[in-house]
């Protein structure tokens, strides 16, 4: 067995270390489980830091041993730059996608900067609007957390957006179902016939309440028989 040549520092200097702004931001709940527990008994892997005591991994543990008082074990990775903070986190599965969004928003990534604004704009969670942007279920985010995302064709997201945002206006009783990832991906693919006409569908849904579903096929069922009631068989829409 070879012995690791990693050294590990320790030190009561908490003014050492600094914090990367890309970095996810701070969650006190999380800190406050980990002084819990760390009032207990110590151990827990050296923080990382890099040639410019940047923190890449630990920041969560280093504010818990402040509240502590306790001093700080570290390893400094001397190439170790802000990006490592991407494959780091996307390895040990702690970051979620908001905050790989916020990161490259910090970054200055247009594509994320100009998603942040649209989601904020119409409250859509970050699943939803890639199925929107994407026009199919995003199960995966790969690209997604390795800064490859790209928002195309804005204006006709956008225009799909503001239709659902009618669906729920026009009718309290769909309000609940226009942020369902199931009822987007239905009209997703509706609206891809076509003899679909988006007018149609609205005026319907006026009155006509779709109703929960706990899947696609479901949604996708409840939409045709509501479009197509009264409709000649050849203006009728199916998927």
């Not at 494959?87 to 996608?97: A, G, M």
């Not at 409250?123 to 995302?149: D, H, P, Q």
Request: with cysteine; charged share 30%; aromatic share 12%.
């Amino acid at each position: 067995m070879k012995k690791s040549k990693q050294i590990i520092y320790n030190t009561e200097d908490y003014n050492l270390f600094k914090l990367i702004k890309e970095n996810r931001a701070i969650d006190q709940r999380h800190v406050k489980k980990l002084t819990e527990s760390m009032s207990k008994k110590t151990i827990f892997n050296p923080i990382l830091v890099n040639s410019k005591h940047e923190i890449i991994d630990g920041q969560h543990r280093l504010e818990a041993l402040k509240k502590l008082c306790k001093p700080i074990d570290y390893t400094i990775i001397d190439d170790a730059t802000h990006n490592d903070l991407i494959n780091l986190n996307t390895n040990n599965k702690n970051w979620k996608n908001p905050e790989f969004l916020q990161f490259y928003v910090k970054k200055g990534f247009e594509e994320y900067r100009n998603l942040d604004f649209f989601i904020k704009k119409y409250k859509l969670s970050i699943a939803n609007a890639c199925c929107i942007i994407e026009e199919t279920n995003v199960a995966t985010y790969t690209k997604f957390r390795n800064g490859e995302f790209k928002f195309r064709h804005y204006n006709k997201v956008e225009n799909f957006v503001k239709k659902l945002d009618r669906i729920g206006k026009n009718n309290s009783n769909n309000q609940y179902i226009i942020r369902d990832k199931n009822f987007i991906l239905a009209l997703i693919e509706i609206q891809k016939s076509p003899k679909f006409k988006w007018s149609r569908l609205l005026d319907l849904l006026v009155n006509e309440d779709v109703g929960e579903r706990k899947k696609t096929g479901n949604y996708t069922a409840r939409i045709q028989q509501i479009y197509n009631k009264g409709l000649q068989r050849t203006f009728q829409v199916f998927v």
